[in-house]
């Protein structure tokens, strides 16, 4: 039987993207930047079977069905579309990090999902091409395809709007310290959120000035300048969570708590402390710092009320397979 198992990271976003040119193929109205997350990982096998009615899709046990199994069709009909194989797939997906803690894993389940379902119906896919499978499921999944610092190259179609490494993981030993704030489930989801982007009268400027941010953003990772990535990192975020707040209706994932380990987190920079925050559609905040500060900076997360779990996660590889056979 045709199977192949792959693994990916998720990533976290330092210019964020929040609204689609085209909806359907996930052509973003912004280029973004974004590091992959070492120490979180999807596992995702696919095999392809010729007695399968339909595709299935089992996440940590469970059959799941509706728009979730949906988003799996639609990556599994290209690879059927490019392979010429017709059978149906079955997908066995796991997270080595809690789901439902408000980390996002779907920029790992479908980047893993693209490097399995590509190998197991034995196509050679170069990198491009994985990225863009991986974008038909969720926009910064194409992110977790390639290694390390990635930028989303926007572009203007199916074609050339893929992700590409601009440094490698060990260019830069930074962490990623997640304060997990909520257990709850986002309102509502990137997907809903995307559409509802256009609705604010702030998303043309966030979009026409994402260019500057981007290159500010590029210069700070290739110099390994931290002081200039917090600055921009925080203007990036603080700019899309002011398009969701001013959307029709408006989305405001923070809480409390979120607010709290923002101005503590600006108040430890001004003492001196190399750290930065970023915050993606929902309520969990997202600290940097060199990996070096990691520990301390753990500690002074859970020590704020509110703060339930601290994971810390360094830059990591791309999607890459772990068995074929
Ligand atoms: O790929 P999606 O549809 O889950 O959207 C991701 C949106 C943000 O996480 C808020 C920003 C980003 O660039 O990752």
Known sequence: ??????????????????????????????????????????????????DLPGDRLILHGHHVRGRGLARVVRVLDRVRLWSGLHWHAEVRSENNFPTGAGVASSAAAFAALAVAAAAAAGLDLP??????LARLGSGSA????PPGFVEWLPGSSDEDS????????????????????????????????HRLAETSPLQNARVADAPRRLAVCRAAILQRDFD??????????????????????????????????????????REGLPVAYTIDAGPNVHVLCPQEKASEVKARLLRLRGVRQVLVATPGGGARLVGEK
Not at 127 to 132: A, G, K
Not at 167 to 182: G, M, N, Q
């Open 1 to 50: 039987m045709p199977t192949a198992t792959a693994e990916a990271h998720p990533n976290i976003a330092f210019i964020k993207y929040w609204g689609n040119r085209d909806h359907e193929a996930r052509i973003p109205s912004n280029g973004s930047l974004s590091m992959n997350l070492a120490g979180l990982v999807t596992r995702t096998t696919v095999t392809f079977r010729p």
């Open 228 to 269: 200039a990535l917090a600055e921009i990192v925080e203007a990036d975020c603080h700019i899309m969570h002011a398009v969701m707040q001013t959307s029709r209706p408006p989305l405001i994932y923070w809480t409390p708590t979120t607010l709290a380990v923002m101005h503590a987190v600006r108040r430890w920079r």
């Open 142 to 145: 194409c992110r977790s395809v």
């Open 127 to 132: 990198p491009r091409d994985l990225s863009r």
């Open 162 to 193: 893929f992700a590409v490494s601009i440094a490698p993981p060990e260019h830069w030993a930074l962490a990623d310290c997640i304060a997990l704030v909520s257990q709850r489930h986002k309102a509502v989801g990137s997907t809903e959120g």
